[in-house]
């Protein structure tokens, strides 16, 4: 064998992925709901019963708490019909593992800001709370105005980086609403439907992805600016956008089945493949330097390089850490560590959360990709 194909094969060949090794702190009641990180790359969580609590070692006490005020648990409005099936569901959740749990953030959503000296939750519907990462106080609040009144059935929420705009998402009126993140004035509404995808950047860009096709709008005046953009494959959804607002990451769908996931360069117009042996998971999350970008199913986040599509990392620390779905994730302001709890919709009972150090040595490889 010659030297030039030694090294061709050798490029071939990439490089196995290795493993994320993560720590459980924490195991108290009241458990941890939400877990974040300060400017100063410490962590606090926000506690089902409301309080916040901070440290400088996560597997030791607290080094002072807060109380989160006014942020209140979202009401449904649900039907008749509605209603007795969720008091059967809580009957027979009841009757199979005991009482739920309280949680004072069910329902709300965490918003980390930059800088990181503030955070903010929501009810993805029309109310917004900021809060101090230093000691938990309110900073101040934002109510969101409809022109019409809509009912309570939100499915996503955006906010830009400077404030100036806010997406929110009905799935009842399958509609989505852009309003002035400052004043809360409705600006514009889009109507979706239950596939479509409407994106709102970091930066301050919009998009809808309506299948294959991606469209532009200009937050100015609420009408197109560019042409569409056409994406890659049969059927496209579950879309991403990285924090810089220069990518999208979509997932590939055939005839309904998985067939893989894209990333498109928005400059360009054109999309390049993620690595195929991860085709059965969706694109969740992007790293803060826009750099990674994150797919996720139940028990498992996988980490792919957006330069080359290739899979270079994966968590899972074992059940039951992850076991299920992940809503949010959190990066310190350094971007060494990873904060995660599992979601509480699926086991109210987990009482701790998870640190991850994003610069630990590649020690083991993954051998394991899905489910």
């Not at 064998?1 to 196995?16: E, F, G, N």
């Not at 994320?20 to 709901?33: A, F, S």
């Not at 074992?318 to 971007?335: A, C, H, K, V």
């Given at each position: ?135 938990g106080k309110l900073l101040r609040k934002v109510a969101l105005k ?226």
């Amino acid at each position: 064998m010659t030297l030039s194909t030694l090294i061709v094969a050798s490029a071939l060949i990439q490089p196995r992925p290795y493993l994320l090794l993560g720590e459980r702190c924490r195991r108290i009641t009241p458990r941890p709901v939400i877990a974040s990180f300060d400017a100063n790359n410490k962590p606090f969580t926000l506690a089902a019963d409301g309080t916040v609590r901070f440290f400088d070692n996560p597997l030791l006490d607290p080094v002072r708490l807060g109380k989160i005020s006014e942020a209140e648990t979202p009401q449904f409005d649900l039907t008749p019909e509605q209603k007795r099936d969720a008091a059967d569901a809580v009957k027979a959740h009841k009757a199979m593992w005991g009482d739920i749990p309280w949680n004072q953030f069910a329902g709300l959503i965490f918003v980390p800001r930059p800088g990181f000296a503030e955070f903010g939750l929501t009810d993805r519907h029309n109310k917004i709370w900021f809060y101090n990462t230093q000691d938990g106080k309110l900073l101040r609040k934002v109510a969101l105005k409809y022109k019409k009144p809509t009912v309570f059935a939100p499915i996503e929420f955006s906010l830009t980086n400077d404030g100036a705009y806010v997406l929110t998402r009905n799935s009842q009126t399958r509609m989505a609403y852009i309003f002035d993140g400052k004043s809360g004035t409705e600006l514009f509404s889009f109507p979706v439907k239950i596939f479509d995808v409407p994106i709102l950047s970091a930066t301050g860009e919009f998009y809808i992805m309506r299948n294959t096709v991606l469209e532009v709008y200009d937050l100015k005046t609420g009408k197109k600016k560019s042409p569409d953009i056409k994406l890659v494959g049969d059927e496209c959804g579950s879309g991403i956008v990285s924090p810089d607002g220069k990518l999208i990451a979509y997932a590939n769908y055939l005839k309904g089945q998985r067939a893989g996931s894209m990333i498109l360069d928005l400059a360009t117009g054109k999309s390049r493949p993620i690595d195929a042996t991860l085709k059965m998971f969706r694109p969740k999350f992007f790293t803060p330097d826009s750099k990674e970008v994150i797919m996720h199913e139940p028990r498992y986040l996988h980490f792919v390089d957006v330069a080359s599509g290739q899979h270079t990392r994966s968590y899972n620390s074992g059940y039951p850490d992850i076991w299920d779905t992940i809503d949010d994730l959190s990066f310190s302001p350094d971007g060494k560590s990873l904060a995660l709890i599992p979601n509480h919709a699926v086991d109210p009972f987990v009482d701790y959360f998870c640190l991850v150090d994003l610069t630990q040595k590649a020690v083991r490889k993954v051998d394991k990709i899905g489910p």
